[in-house]
């Protein structure tokens, strides 16, 4: 079965930077791979998502800020993260899309501080 496994969270000043990654195991490659993130008191929200042909699509708030990008001979996705403000804070999940089954990472946390 395969397994997603982010890396890269942790601690940053207000306009820094972070990359996320988020390995799958195995060689199947999912459609479409992606990020959510959850923070406190809040709602889980889509962050951003890229096709296996490399299409992305991004939430407004990280529009411009945010790319995310897919390494497939590595069957890894990536989310770079720069300008990074308060309200980044969060739970950020890595999630794979096969349509009939959602695939999803246990999460790394993303602290900016202000």
């Known amino acids: 079965q395969v397994q997603l496994v982010e890396s890269g969270g942790g601690l940053v000043q207000a306009g820094g930077s972070l990359r996320l990654s988020c390995a799958a195991s195995?060689?199947?490659?999912?459609?479409?791979m992606g990020w959510y993130r959850q923070a406190p008191g809040k709602q889980r929200e889509s962050v951003a998502f890229i096709t296996v042909g490399g299409s992305t699509n991004y939430s407004d708030s990280v529009k411009g800020r945010f790319t995310i990008s897919r390494d497939i001979p590595k069957n890894t996705v990536y989310l770079q993260m720069n300008s990074l403000k308060p309200e980044d804070t969060a739970v950020y999940y890595c999630?794979?899309?096969?349509?009939?089954?959602?695939?999803w990472g246990k999460g790394t946390q993303v602290t900016v501080a202000s």
């Open positions: 999630y794979g899309d096969r349509v009939f089954s959602k695939y």
């Open positions: 195995g060689s199947f490659r999912f459609p479409v």
